[in-house]
């Protein structure tokens, strides 16, 4: 996997996570945003991952060159 093609996969998974923290956060009250939070809890935190593996993949990358 080249760097650009990291770049742009990482990229793609940040937009997506504030895609989602921007639809969370745009409640019109706290008790509809714990429940929107609640519903995306899991998917929020496997796109952290997949970024941190990611960032990795990228690191490595760096150093190979």
Do not use: P
């Not at 650009?4 to 990229?11: E, N, P, T, V």
């Not at 509809?32 to 690191?59: M, P």
């Amino acid at each position: 996997m080249n760097e650009k093609c990291l770049l742009d996969r990482m990229a793609k998974v940040v937009s997506e996570i504030q895609r989602i923290n921007l639809w969370i956060d745009s409640a019109t009250t706290n008790h509809v945003a714990r429940q929107r939070y609640k519903k995306f809890k899991a998917t929020l935190q496997e796109l952290v991952q997949q970024h941190k593996g990611l960032t990795k993949k990228y690191e490595f990358l760096g150093r190979e060159e």
